[in-house]
C-alpha cells in the first residue's frame, strides 16, 4: 500500500487581540501565516476563546488554506 505524507508547517502557539498580550488582529495574524506559509494554526489566546472565530472567518476572507484549532492557554 502507498502512503501518502504531506508537509504541514504549523504555529502551535498563537495570540490575537482576544489576549491582552497582543495587538494583532486576526487578519494580521492569517496574513502573516499566508506570508511564512503556516498552514495549521492554533489560536492559543489566555484563558479566553475569544479571537477564535475572527480568525476563522479572516482566514476564509482571505481564502487561504489555514486550518484554525481553537485553543486556549491556560495561565
Request: glycine letters at 4%; one cysteine or more; charged letters at 20%.
Given at each position: 500500500m502507498l502512503?501518502?505524507?504531506?508537509?504541514v508547517i504549523?504555529?502551535?502557539?498563537?495570540?490575537?487581540?482576544?489576549?491582552p498580550d497582543?495587538?494583532?488582529?486576526?487578519?494580521?495574524?492569517?496574513?502573516?501565516?499566508?506570508?511564512?506559509?503556516?498552514?495549521?494554526?492554533?489560536?492559543?489566546?489566555?484563558?479566553?476563546?475569544?479571537?477564535?472565530?475572527?480568525?476563522?472567518?479572516?482566514?476564509?476572507?482571505?481564502?487561504?488554506?489555514?486550518?484554525?484549532?481553537?485553543?486556549?492557554?491556560?495561565?
Open positions: 502512503e501518502r505524507y504531506r508537509t504549523a504555529d502551535l502557539h498563537s495570540h490575537n487581540w482576544g489576549s497582543s495587538p494583532a488582529s486576526p487578519i494580521d495574524v492569517v496574513e502573516r501565516c499566508r506570508l511564512t506559509g503556516v498552514t495549521l494554526l492554533a489560536v492559543t489566546n489566555h484563558n479566553t476563546l475569544d479571537g477564535v472565530q475572527e480568525t476563522q472567518d479572516a482566514a476564509k476572507t482571505k481564502a487561504c488554506n489555514l486550518v484554525i484549532i481553537p485553543a486556549e492557554e491556560i495561565t
